[in-house]
């Protein structure tokens, strides 16, 4: 029999070298990814673990944390151990342009709304996408949309209603309204019509038809930090667990709603003798080659993505324009001077008004309406920028705060809210501001097919609510609740409208 100084002895040993067996190769990890970056300064945090990157994205301001760590460290900062952030506009366009080697990292996979299938935006494999671009960009840019501008003409027409029949202040009567629910109400309900000829008829009903936003708002920060934060990612790549948080399409509100909608919808079409023959965005896909399954992922991502991003910039916009006297009676006095020809500004009109695109690039340019990281992966043999070497198989996300706020490309005064240096701005400097705008939809083979949809609902948008009413912040010590995940949680902003009695 052993005897006790010989036991513990050995228990002592097993104890140490249990010990070993898991600090060394944890130890090692750290190190061997710390040492990976070392050149490329950040939070100290972010140089050894996620714990960073997980606060950045609970932090419900993740904009403004990427933005002063830009800010900070530099065009190139360490937010993890394998993830830098860049705020330099040329490296966006370099890793997105058409033949570069750069590859689009899992934070994309991240972005799908049905738990087996990828949809244009998540799908990761480059040749795949490519295909699936080429199917789509079509009917993503409303080229293949019959009446498109009727469609929109027609929600803006209801929206102007629903506020004339609800909302109107006057001197004795004060009727609040919650102008960031009734944008987003006017975006759904445009995207959902276009998508597959049927409005979701939030406007009409004045209500959350089915609780999407109520669903959304709690649905999206969370998908989106899965996304981001590297364990948590590779968390939801098993099964069991993506099925229990995902929607589904047997859920009666919110987005599993969406799904069972637009998959009954595909359903329907795909059994008709001419599937093709509806001239709506998923006539457009199925015209293309698209099958039923497809058909349904790409209008749900196209209403998901684009009512969203364009209701976050017109309300923004529209922040803005209120609480800065000079530009709200400018870009009045420019509606007022212009002539249209029908009930409803058309798209082309509307470009010809200076002062208005001035109003919406500037508006966009400030409050950046999807900020996630977009992190792409450097090719296997790395890459070299400005003299630094990035080691092949690093993340590199991009910070649109710091983007869009350049001192180098809009001026010092980047971070106040003026249209005007959009027709002030001549030659190369404009160009490159444009440039640098454009970089909010993307760029290359990652830009957003969907861009000119966007930009004709704001056009309209913009021109008819400035057109025809006053619009006063209720609270301006208060004005919304604005919360940054990457997408845009925007509620409470509580807006005084009256008819202007200039209006014709």
Same mark, same amino acid.
Request: hydrophobic content about 40%.
């Given at each position: 029999?052993?005897?006790?100084?010989?036991l513990?002895?050995?228990?002592?040993?097993?104890?140490?070298?249990? *010990?070993?067996?898991?600090?060394?190769?944890?130890?090692?990890?750290?190190w061997?990814s710390?040492?990976?970056?070392?050149?490329?300064?950040?939070?100290?945090l972010a140089?050894f673990?996620s714990?960073?990157?997980?606060?950045?994205?609970?932090s419900?301001r993740?904009n403004?944390?990427f933005?002063?760590?830009?800010?900070k460290?530099?065009?190139?900062?360490r937010i993890?151990?394998?993830?830098?952030?860049t705020?330099?506009?040329?490296?966006?366009?370099r890793?997105?342009?058409?033949?570069?080697?750069?590859?689009?990292?899992?934070?994309?996979?991240?972005?799908?709304?049905?738990?087996?299938?990828d949809?244009?935006?998540s799908?990761?494999?480059?040749?795949?996408?490519?295909?699936?671009?080429?199917?789509?960009?079509?009917?993503?840019s409303?080229?293949d949309?019959?009446?498109?501008?009727?469609?929109?003409?027609?929600?803006?027409?209801?929206?102007?209603?629903?506020?004339?029949?609800?909302?109107l202040s006057?001197?004795s009567?004060? #009727?609040?309204?919650?102008?960031?629910?009734?944008?987003a109400f006017?975006?759904?309900?445009?995207?959902?019509?276009?998508?597959?000829?049927?409005?979701?008829?939030?406007?009409?009903?004045?209500?959350?038809?089915?609780k999407?936003?109520?669903?959304?708002?709690i *649905?999206?920060?969370?998908?989106?930090?899965?996304?981001?934060?590297?364990w948590?990612?590779?968390?939801?790549?098993i099964?069991?667990l993506?099925?229990?948080?995902?929607?589904?399409e047997?859920d009666?509100?919110?987005?599993?709603?969406?799904i069972?909608?637009?998959?009954?919808?595909?359903?329907?079409?795909f059994?008709?003798?001419?599937?093709?023959?509806h001239?709506?965005?998923?006539?457009?896909?199925i015209?293309?080659?698209?099958?039923?399954?497809?058909a349904?992922s790409?209008a749900?991502?196209?209403?998901?993505?684009?009512?969203?991003?364009?209701?976050?910039?017109? #309300?923004?916009?529209?922040?803005?324009?209120?609480?800065?006297?000079?530009?709200?009676?400018t870009?009045?006095?420019?509606?007022?001077?212009?002539?249209?020809?029908?009930?409803?500004?058309?798209?082309?009109?509307?470009?010809?008004?200076?002062?208005l695109?001035a109003?919406i690039?500037?508006?966009?340019?400030?409050?950046?309406?999807?900020?996630?990281?977009?992190?792409?992966?450097?090719?296997?043999?790395?890459?070299t920028?400005?003299?630094?070497?990035?080691?092949?198989g690093?993340?590199?996300?991009?910070?649109?705060?710091?983007?869009?706020?350049?001192?180098?490309i809009?001026?010092?005064?980047?971070?106040?809210?003026?249209?005007?240096?959009?027709?002030?701005?001549r030659?190369?400097?404009?160009?490159?501001?444009e #440039?640098?705008?454009?970089?909010?939809?993307?760029?290359?083979?990652?830009?957003?097919?969907?861009?000119?949809?966007?930009?004709?609902?704001?056009?309209?948008v913009?021109f008819?609510?400035?057109?025809?009413?006053d619009?006063?912040?209720?609270?301006?010590?208060?004005?919304?609740?604005?919360?940054?995940?990457?997408?845009?949680?925007?509620?409470?902003?509580?807006?005084? *409208?009256?008819?202007?009695?200039?209006?014709?």
């Amino acid at each position: 029999m052993a005897s006790l100084p010989l036991l513990l002895e050995t228990a002592f040993t097993a104890h140490y070298v249990l *010990i070993l067996v898991v600090f060394l190769p944890t130890a090692w990890h750290t190190w061997a990814s710390y040492s990976k970056l070392a050149d490329f300064k950040g939070p100290l945090l972010a140089r050894f673990s996620s714990l960073w990157l997980t606060s950045a994205m609970s932090s419900k301001r993740a904009n403004l944390q990427f933005y002063e760590v830009s800010q900070k460290y530099g065009d190139l900062a360490r937010i993890g151990p394998n993830t830098l952030l860049t705020s330099d506009p040329e490296m966006i366009i370099r890793m997105s342009s058409a033949r570069s080697r750069y590859t689009r990292s899992r934070w994309y996979s991240g972005q799908k709304l049905e738990v087996d299938h990828d949809n244009l935006f998540s799908t990761i494999d480059e040749a795949t996408h490519s295909k699936k671009r080429a199917q789509l960009a079509t009917g993503y840019s409303g080229k293949d949309i019959d009446g498109l501008e009727a469609m929109i003409d027609s929600h803006v027409i209801e929206l102007m209603n629903l506020i004339r029949r609800k909302y109107l202040s006057d001197g004795s009567t004060f #009727r609040p309204m919650d102008f960031a629910r009734k944008s987003a109400f006017f975006t759904m309900d445009v995207i959902t019509d276009i998508a597959f000829g049927r409005s979701w008829g939030c406007l009409i009903a004045d209500d959350d038809v089915f609780k999407w936003f109520e669903s959304l708002e709690i *649905i999206m920060p969370n998908a989106i930090k899965a996304s981001t934060i590297p364990w948590l990612s590779s968390l939801f790549d098993i099964p069991f667990l993506k099925k229990l948080v995902a929607p589904s399409e047997k859920d009666k509100i919110g987005p599993g709603k969406l799904i069972a909608v637009a998959k009954e919808i595909a359903q329907k079409r795909f059994a008709e003798e001419n599937p093709g023959r509806h001239r709506d965005m998923m006539g457009s896909f199925i015209r293309h080659g698209i099958n039923p399954t497809n058909a349904a992922s790409e209008a749900i991502l196209q209403i998901i993505a684009g009512g969203d991003t364009t209701a976050t910039t017109i #309300r923004a916009t529209t922040l803005f324009v209120i609480t800065n006297p000079q530009v709200y009676s400018t870009l009045q006095s420019e509606i007022d001077s212009s002539v249209t020809s029908g009930a409803i500004i058309s798209d082309v009109e509307a470009r010809q008004l200076p002062y208005l695109q001035a109003v919406i690039r500037e508006g966009a340019r400030m409050w950046v309406p999807a900020t996630g990281l977009a992190s792409k992966v450097v090719p296997p043999e790395g890459d070299t920028i400005n003299g630094r070497f990035l080691p092949g198989g690093t993340l590199i996300g991009k910070s649109d705060w710091a983007i869009q706020r350049s001192k180098a490309i809009y001026g010092e005064d980047s971070t106040i809210f003026k249209p005007e240096r959009w027709l002030e701005a001549r030659g190369e400097p404009l160009e490159k501001m444009e #440039r640098t705008l454009g970089l909010i939809w993307g760029h290359g083979k990652n830009s957003c097919l969907g861009k000119n949809i966007a930009w004709i609902e704001l056009n309209k948008v913009f021109f008819e609510l400035f057109k025809n009413f006053d619009i006063t912040i209720a609270d301006p010590s208060n004005p919304w609740k604005s919360l940054n995940y990457g997408l845009w949680v925007q509620k409470d902003m509580f807006v005084k *409208i009256t008819q202007r009695k200039m209006s014709y």
